[in-house]
């Protein structure tokens, strides 16, 4: 069972920058996806970026530009570079990684974006 912690989250004005790192315990493959999803209140989860191993970073379009997905496998770490924060990026953020038993998740780290 892999284990999942993500931090980094707090308070930031608009226009500022946050780099959220998640960081896994147990046996992951630098082929296992690991992704970012985030869920505002009242909202369902959305997948915001994936990367894996070999292939190019997938980004939902509202953080295209703006928010940059990378990995160390070294560190079993997938981190999240947001910049340009607007408002409505507030939400908790999830990091989750799939495996061929399955996709575990974190527990989430709030982000808040003042106007």
């Known amino acids: 069972q892999v284990h999942l912690v993500e931090s980094g989250g707090g308070l930031v004005q608009a226009g500022g920058s946050l780099r959220l790192p998640c960081a896994a315990s147990?046996?992951?493959?630098?082929?296992?996806?690991m992704s970012w999803y985030r869920q505002a209140p009242g909202k369902q989860r959305e997948l915001v970026a994936t990367i894996t191993g070999g292939g190019p970073a997938n980004y939902v379009d509202s953080v295209k530009g703006r928010f940059t997905i990378t990995r160390d496998n070294a560190k079993n770490t997938v981190y999240l570079q947001m910049n340009s924060l607007k408002p409505e990026d507030t939400a908790v953020y999830y990091c989750c990684v799939d495996q061929f038993v399955g996709r575990s998740w974190g527990q989430g780290t709030q982000v808040t974006v003042s106007s």
């Open positions: 147990g046996n992951i493959f630098s082929t296992n996806p």
